[in-house]
């Protein structure tokens, strides 16, 4: 089984009307609910925190700022949120020492990121290589890989090879948007993913509802 992480997103940004969905999604079975940096103050990711955690959901922010000094700040926000993990940013010399302690789960982006929606860059061995080094840094949790951000790679040989230079979770981040992707990246042995855009845009069975296509989404991943 793989793990389902919703994202309160769309394009790489949180969406206005995010808090609207924390109670419908409650009653869907869902565990991890997640938002981004880019898209929502300090102070309203606070509220979507505090309102995922009351209705019994673990929460998730993805830090996709492109600047050293806002991924710095977007964490500093995360902490005074309450999440339980961040993910994604690619500075973690920067953002490792406020962590310290917090009992947060991090996991950056491995590889050559760049841009904003990010993508990612590199050969399957150069970022496999910073899969490693990353996960044998104290302090990092696992990764948050962009593997359907990739414009070139096999996605699956991607996915098996950062899995396997990890010492930590592995989570899939970014355009999936069908249910072969998601028994492509648990074969591959990916410990969860991330979907928003596709779920906004009524790509799975379900839609237009959000709640029946998060509820899809859980029993195609129970499957795999």
Known sequence: ???????????????????????????????YIGF?????????????????????????LE?????????????EAALAAGVDWVLG?????????????????YCPFPGRVVGHPSVLEGSIDEIADSAATLTATPGVFGLD??????????????TRRVVTSSRGPVIAAGSVVDDVQISTLATAGAWG?????AIFDG????A?????????VLEVAAGT
């Open 1 to 31: 089984m793989i793990n389902f992480v919703f994202m309160l997103t769309h394009s790489d940004s949180t969406i206005e009307d995010a808090l609207e969905y924390v109670d419908v999604l409650s009653a869907t079975g869902l565990h």
């Open 36 to 60: 981004k940096d880019v898209g929502a103050t300090p102070e309203r990711q606070r509220s979507i925190a505090i309102a995922a955690r009351d209705a019994g959901f673990e929460t998730m």
């Open 63 to 75: 830090v996709v700022s492109t600047s050293r000094e806002a991924e710095v700040a977007s964490v």
């Open 89 to 105: 940013g690619t500075n973690p010399d920067a953002v490792l020492p406020l962590l310290e302690g917090s009992g947060v789960h």
């Open 145 to 158: 890989l962009l593997a359907y951000r990739h414009a070139t790679v096999d996605v699956a040989e991607l």
């Open 193 to 197: 993913f991330t979907i928003g855009s």
């Open 203 to 206: 790509l799975f069975a379900g």
């Open 208 to 216: 237009p509802d959000v709640a029946a296509q998060v509820r899809h």
